[in-house]
């Protein structure tokens, strides 16, 4: 992992942006994080966007997340932002246009094309950040992680005994072989459902939620669209972390 910039934000909070061989990152750590008070991690998870994109939702949850004492973290996903383009993922992402103006149903096959290949390229570049940020005094771990693309971060918590929750948002597109995997997540976990999210299947979110083999598992749903999720969501997600990485 090399640092490429550093800042302080307003909060106190420090901004590191690195990179781990091609893979750009960012790194948030509260100004109480030290070698001597190492912290928890929070791994921010978000859709293939480009972080340059999304970068403002990004920092506002890194920054929650440091007001109670958490660091955070995230990485470039393949194929997205600044990273080499990825002919098979813009084939897909093409097909899944065509089917949604098209008002066609989304295929099996195209979820499959368009989320799986990522799951798999894309959970050992995580592996890979977790191992690098777990090295730095600053530190401690234990380890959670939030956010979507939800197949992420259910195969992360299948083979990632250092993640102990998760919080999951579940607004995209899961395969069925997904489904599978849930019934071996055992870590406890939060999720949130936009009851109507124009763009996730109410029906297939509930059934993933059912599969899940946590004995603590809790699903918030909230009416709205898929950016209307309301300020307190946020705030009981903050509280489910608290309790599982302190």
């Known amino acids: 992992m090399q640092f490429t ?90 097909d899944l246009r065509r089917a949604l103006e098209a008002g066609e149903p989304v295929s099996d096959e195209i979820i499959d094309a368009l989320i799986l290949p990522l799951v798999d390229k894309a959970v050992p570049e995580w592996q890979a950040a977790l191992d690098a940020l777990l090295s730095l005094p600053e530190i401690g771990g234990p380890v959670g992680y939030s956010g979507g693309v939800i197949s992420i971060g259910v195969r992360l918590a299948v083979v990632e005994p250092r993640i102990v929750a998760a919080g999951f948002f579940a607004g995209s597109f899961v395969p069925r072989a997904m489904f599978e ?18 763009g ?14 946590s004995k603590e598992k809790t699903l918030h749903a909230n009416m709205g669209g898929h950016t209307g999720v309301p300020q307190f969501a946020g705030e009981d997600a903050a509280g489910f972390f608290a309790r599982h990485l302190r």
Do not use: K, M
């Open 5 to 94: 910039t550093e800042q302080r934000l307003d909060d106190g909070v420090l901004e590191r942006e690195f990179t781990l061989g091609e893979i750009p990152g960012i790194l948030w750590t509260p100004a109480s994080a030290s070698a001597s008070a190492p912290v928890p991690l929070i791994l921010l998870g978000h859709p293939p966007l480009g972080l340059r994109r999304i970068y403002p939702r990004l920092v506002a949850r890194a920054r929650h997340a440091a007001a109670d004492g958490f660091a955070a973290a995230t990485i470039e996903l393949p194929g997205s932002g600044d990273r080499p383009r990825w002919a098979a993922a813009e084939q897909a992402h093409a």
């Open 181 to 198: 995997e849930a019934r071996q997540v055992t870590i406890p976990l939060h999720v949130l459902l936009q009851w109507d999210d124009e």
């Open 200 to 213: 996730n299947d109410r029906q297939a979110a509930l059934d993933l939620f059912d599969a899940f083999g």
